[in-house]
């Protein structure tokens, strides 16, 4: 059976997130209580967290998780990452047995900094650098897949039921001021861990609910520009646009949104003049990245929570705000059971993107 | 007789029906139909029949049909009776054999070895009754970014682009080769559809001066009828390399259907041959395309988006990739089997290759040089029905071009002796007796119906893909695949196997 990367497998899923907008931490427990009211979107092949805060002792260096398949595949790798990288740390994530989640890969997280003068060299950003050393890795190095690359966040995913895999994780000794999660259910898959999701690239993490049906249209958009889709998953294309959009093209989140959400052209002709160039504008130069089909997607970074829905709205995604809270899941129910009175609920409607930006800067070090 | 070439069709008569009325003797222009001495009995001569069905079209008794004519040959599977008439034809008269139409030759077609995809359970479909289900398409130049600081405002300054309201537009056709009549009913049926028509390399006539807003304008290689208010007075400039059914020739437009108006429209002497000959003589080069295309955009205060029109020949990718580098907004590409009011027959029936094949390979090259989102495309060259055009924009295509389609709405039925000027339907032709036969106001509604009939067919088929945008059905190639294909035909049209 072909695994995911040689072929595109469609899956449907569940997916929640909090964040607190002022920095506060919050305990992985929480999540974990979210996702698993929702048991039954997922069924068993796959489930996944991203968290972001999580590393303040490491907050300036990037944190790669890897999957490895054999040691070869680690020797290769570390080889590579050593080369260019001052790493750090390296070592074991921490993982706990778990009756219903079968023996899987081997599971390393390193935190280090760009080698510098590597990168110089390169003459790339520290952005396109890091990026493209993990496209590198994943994508020659048969048996090592770093599913995780940001900094001060970290990706934690498995074959198995959400709730599982966050026991595995013991991601209730982790404390993030913002979490995503994903219980997945592919219609068809051999159960690859790389597979499960959020999807991440750099500072950037996806979960997605639904199955695109502009997924060629997206992905012959996007290897235009240098990326390489290897996963064949909508969450990976997805998650390249964003890239694409925020970091080559250096739109602002909610602009990026409208680019993947954009109105129809009935509503578009009725707008204002100028918000009316703005969408003809916008949606013709990105007419290859508008995503159709239901989908409802979050996207988690360092900036804040952005969640978005398909133009139809085709696929359910309830927000909620308490206090210095949101609350995004795909059952309002999932988002009750950890905050029983929240200020507001509503359904997010498609094609009107919800950003909540995180208000604190995090701390730079000059 | 040493030149003995059997006729191509039967007019039948029923006599018990026939009421000797002598509409058919009206009708025909190849004189098959006459009446008998005594001026009451109509009587017919199938010799110079085409079968294009005017006469039993318009019989009021229904009492003609055409048959076949078959004059039996040695059976021979290499020199076939068609080979040897065409022989027997050149030995009478030392020509190069003309034809018109799109080749009738059974080369592949590929679009009748694609099937489409429709969603089940994972991804539901869209109902376009009750959905908004676009079929927008915007051509021009596309600025590889936006600019924009905050939401809903945008610094982009935009070159010049074209809405179409349906990626169907309707493709050259010059007024000398079809009558005004046809030219107007396609011009009005793009004003309304919210497409575009195309004027060839004829000019446009002052009749169409209020419709030029959809007109594709053409710069060919005999000039005809360029001036600088033909250039302003128009949707976009196409500039006309080749031509798919007779790529690397030029065009001949005889004398006889250079009417005074033809001769008008096109700045040419009254009864002159019109002849474009078979390259730009200022265009020898790629970068002398670039000139081209810069004096025009100069001419017309960059106000008008410059296509390029290219026939679908063997290294078609790297020339489309070529033209969109030396500025040009839309690249057309003119498959093989696109039709013609002329063209050598041995060109028609064997230079260039299939639009499927020319449009996979121009639309992936473009992509593996990160230039495609910055160009439209635009494919040609033979598209029979809506699902056609479907697979077209699914391998690439920002739009299609349509003639022949829109003419079989507006009475033609494929006769293929354009090249005559003996149109009984009043399209291919300049006699004012068969031109009046073509009445604009009828016409172009029949065009209009078919447009939107394959609009919503269109749409039907992108709901049952779940797809409510033309824009994610461009390039989705996912949602083709091939039936009875080589690996190297679906690794050009980049597309898998039924089942895979």
Redesign the interface.
């Known amino acids: 059976m072909l695994k995911e990367g040689q072929i ?1 497998i ?3 899923c569940a997916i929640a997130a909090i964040i607190d907008k002022k920095g506060n931490k919050i305990n992985g427990s929480e999540i974990i209580k979210s996702i698993s009211l929702m048991h039954d979107r997922s069924n068993g092949l796959g489930g996944g967290f991203a968290a972001y805060g999580i590393y303040p002792d490491h907050k300036d260096e990037n944190a790669f998780h890897v999957f490895y398949d054999n040691v070869e595949a680690r020797k290769t790798c570390e080889e590579f990452l050593f080369k260019h990288f001052n790493i750090d740390v390296a070592e074991r994530i921490p993982t706990k047995p778990v009756p219903s989640i079968d023996l899987g890969p081997d599971i390393w997280r390193y935190f280090g900094k760009a080698n510098r003068v590597r990168m110089k060299t390169s003459r790339l950003d520290e952005d396109e650098y890091v990026a493209q050393c993990v496209t590198k890795v994943n994508n020659s190095i048969e048996g090592a897949y770093i599913f995780s690359s940001g900094k001060n966040m970290g990706c934690f995913k498995a074959v198995g039921y959400p709730e599982d895999v966050g026991e595995f994780y013991m991601l209730d000794r982790y404390e993030a001021y913002l979490w995503t999660a994903h219980g997945r259910f592919p ?1 068809n898959t051999p159960g690859w861990w790389g597979g499960a999701h959020p999807f991440n690239i750099l500072d950037w993490s996806i979960v997605h609910n ?8 997206n992905r ?2 996007i ?4 990326y390489i889709c290897t996963m064949q998953t909508d969450t990976e294309v997805i998650t390249y646009l964003f890239d694409h959009l925020l970091r ?2 250096n ?2 989140i ?2 990026a949104a ?2 993947l959400t954009a109105p ?3 509503e578009i002709d009725r707008m204002p003049e ?2 009316k ?2 969408f ?9 990245a ?5 989908f409802s997607v979050i996207l988690g970074s360092n900036k804040g929570l952005l969640a978005i829905n398909d ?2 709205k ?1 696929r359910s995604l309830t927000a909620a705000i308490k206090g210095d809270r949101a609350y995004f899941a795909s059952e309002e129910s999932a988002i009750r059971i950890i905050c029983p009175d929240p200020d507001k609920v509503w359904s997010v409607s498609g094609a009107e993107p919800v950003f909540i930006p995180l208000e604190i800067e995090e701390e730079v070090d000059e | 007789m040493i030149n003995y070439i059997p006729r191509r069709f039967t007019v039948i008569r029923d006599k018990d029906k026939c009421v000797n009325c002598g509409c058919c003797v009206r009708q025909c222009s190849n004189e098959c139909h006459y009446f008998d001495d005594d001026g009451k009995t109509v009587l017919c001569n199938s010799n110079t029949c085409v079968a294009c069905h005017r006469c039993v079209d318009l019989c009021p008794t229904g009492a003609l049909r055409i048959e076949k004519y078959v004059c039996d040959y040695n059976e021979n599977a290499n020199w076939t009776p068609q080979y040897q008439q065409e022989i027997c034809r050149q030995a009478n008269t030392g020509s190069t054999l003309l034809s018109a139409m799109g080749t009738p030759k059974p080369y592949p077609i590929y679009w009748d070895h694609i099937l489409l995809n429709a969603s089940q359970v994972t991804n539901p479909s869209i109902d376009p009754l009750r959905e908004p289900m676009e079929t927008r398409a915007i051509l021009g130049r596309k600025p590889e970014k936006l600019e924009a600081d905050k939401k809903g405002k945008t610094t982009t300054k935009m070159p010049p682009q074209i809405i179409i309201e349906t990626p169907i537009m309707f493709s050259a056709m010059s007024f000398g080769s079809i009558s005004l009549n046809a030219q107007k009913s396609l011009a009005m049926a793009a004003k309304e559809l919210g497409t575009l028509f195309n004027t060839g390399e004829g000019g446009l006539h002052p009749d169409l001066y209020n419709l030029s807003d959809y007109a594709v304008v053409q710069v060919a290689s005999g000039r005809f009828g360029v001036h600088k208010d033909y250039l302003k007075n128009s949707k976009c400039i196409e500039i006309k390399i080749g031509q798919g059914a007779k790529p690397g020739i030029g065009g001949h437009l005889p004398g006889e259907k250079v009417n005074v108006e033809v001769s008008n429209a096109r700045m040419i002497p009254e009864g002159s041959d019109a002849i474009s000959p078979a390259p730009h003589h200022d265009i020898y080069s790629i970068e002398d395309l670039r000139q081209l295309i810069w004096s025009l955009k100069q001419l017309t205060d960059n106000k008008k988006p410059v296509s390029v029109k290219i026939a679908a020949v063997h290294n078609v990718s790297a020339i489309a990739s070529g033209c969109a580098r030396a500025g040009a907004d839309i690249i057309v590409i003119d498959g093989f089997r696109g039709g013609t009011g002329a063209a050598p027959t041995r060109i028609r029936d064997n230079v260039g290759i299939p639009i499927e094949l020319a449009l996979a390979a121009a639309d992936q090259r473009l992509r593996d040089e990160g230039i495609r989102s910055t160009v439209s495309l635009v494919a040609a060259g033979s598209f029979r029905c809506s699902s056609d055009i479907v697979k077209a924009i699914a391998l690439g295509a920002d739009a299609c071009y349509v003639a022949s389609a829109p003419l079989i709405a507006m009475g033609c039925h494929m006769c293929g002796t354009c090249n005559t000027g003996k149109c009984n339907w009043g399209i291919a032709t300049q006699r004012p007796e068969l031109t009046k036969r073509l009445n604009p106001e009828i016409a172009h509604k029949r065009v209009i119906n078919l447009i939107t009939a394959w609009t919503h067919e269109i749409k039907e088929i992108m709901g049952g893909m779940g797809i409510n945008s033309i824009d994610s059905l461009r390039g989705n190639r996912l949602m083709l695949r091939g039936i009875g294909l080589s690996e190297k035909e679906l690794e050009i049209l980049g597309i898998k196997h039924a089942g895979e």
Do not use: C, M
């Not at chain 1, 639904?210 to 249209?217: A, L, V």
């Not at chain 1, 290897?223 to 240098?226: I, L």
């Open positions: 595109r469609p899956s449907g219609t639904g199955e695109i049906s502009s997924y060629d249209t012959r958009y290897e235009q520009f240098g080559h093209h739109l602002p909610e602009v409208d680019v129809e052209w009935d100028d918000k160039e703005y003809t504008t916008l949606r013709a130069i990105y007419s290859g508008l995503v159709n089909g239901p133009r139809l085709l």
